[in-house]
């Protein structure tokens, strides 16, 4: 009677060739899972955003523009003063928070009144037109402030200095929010007298013209966030 056998050399090899496409095919895997894994799981098509240098952060960069542009409206502010002869009724000043812009009453009204002068509607337009070079987006704050001297208002439509001051600083507003300054970045404030420069009166009681002249203004004020604060004090 013969005997079945088998011969177990016969195809002995070809459980090694297996194994070998299956090693390869694991290390295929695992090399596409690190690939996505590096690429934030960016789908076909879609650019990588390049890493941002730890010298150079994105907002800090933001910040430098913006304070280039606010150093670029104190220097169109200047040439607005000239282009109206204003000299001393307009001044610009750098502050830690922004930039304060100043303007003496009578460019744009006549004394004890709100209604804003012809030439005041052409510098306040100026004035807007300047701003709308703000280069930080919705951040950025405006506020009025009117000021009067401590003389009694005489006018029986505007009762007193708080009543002027409110009107001239609103008045203001509007003419800025008419200009297409985003309303909700704005107020008003009124001081009436409470905050002038220098004193109106001297030590028993005299007025002082010239200062009293100066302490009726209306100021706007810009007011920067904190980022844009410290680029902007990087350029003085």
Do not use: C
């Not at 730890?54 to 409206?73: F, G, L, R």
């Not at 005041?120 to 951040?139: A, F, K, M, P, R």
Request: aromatic fraction near 4%.
């Amino acid at each position: 009677m013969e005997e079945n056998t088998v011969n177990l050399d016969e195809g002995g090899d070809d459980w090694l060739t297996t194994y070998s496409d299956a090693i390869t095919l694991l290390m295929a895997f695992f090399v596409i899972l690190l690939t996505m894994q590096e690429g934030k799981g960016a789908g076909p098509g879609e650019a990588q955003e390049p890493p941002t240098s730890p010298s150079t952060p994105a907002n800090e960069m933001v910040s430098e523009v913006s304070a280039e542009s606010v150093q670029k409206i104190e220097q169109e502010l200047q040439v607005l003063r000239t282009e109206f002869d204003l000299d001393e009724k307009l001044r610009v000043t750098r502050v830690k928070d922004g930039l304060v812009i100043e303007l003496a009453d009578r460019t744009l009204f006549k004394s004890g009144q709100a209604k804003i002068k012809p030439k005041g509607l052409g510098i306040l337009g100026g004035i807007t037109e300047i701003l709308h070079e703000i280069d930080v987006g919705q951040s950025y704050k405006i506020e009025i402030e009117g000021h009067t001297d401590d003389r009694p208002v005489k006018s029986r439509r505007i009762g007193s200095n708080w009543a002027l001051s409110s009107r001239r600083a609103t008045n203001v507003l509007q003419m800025l929010i008419q200009g297409g300054i985003p309303e909700n970045q704005m107020r008003a404030t009124a001081y009436a007298h409470t905050r002038p420069k220098l004193p109106n009166r001297t030590a028993d009681g005299k007025p002082i013209r010239k200062n009293q002249a100066l302490n009726r203004r209306v100021v706007i004020k810009l007011e920067l966030p904190n980022t844009e604060r410290m680029a902007l004090s990087l350029l003085d």
